[in-house]
């Protein structure tokens, strides 16, 4: 087993800390600038479903 000094560790560890907060940054900012694509998206799927389901219950009536 390879054994590191304190300060190697401390070091590796910050770097990765770093790396962490900056693509965390990064999705957010992405997700601020695709959000309303998203939120069309959102209703657009919701209404077809909702859709489907009127005709499918209109369709469906009066059978077993």
Do not use: N
């Amino acid at each position: 087993m390879e054994h590191r000094s304190l300060l190697s560790r401390i070091l590796e560890t910050a770097a990765l800390l770093a790396l962490s907060a900056f693509l965390i940054r990064l999705a957010a900012c992405f997700l601020c600038s695709v959000w309303p694509v998203l939120v069309i998206l959102a209703v657009i799927a919701l209404a077809a479903i909702v859709l489907y389901r009127i005709w499918k219950h209109k369709r469906d009536i009066g059978k077993w």
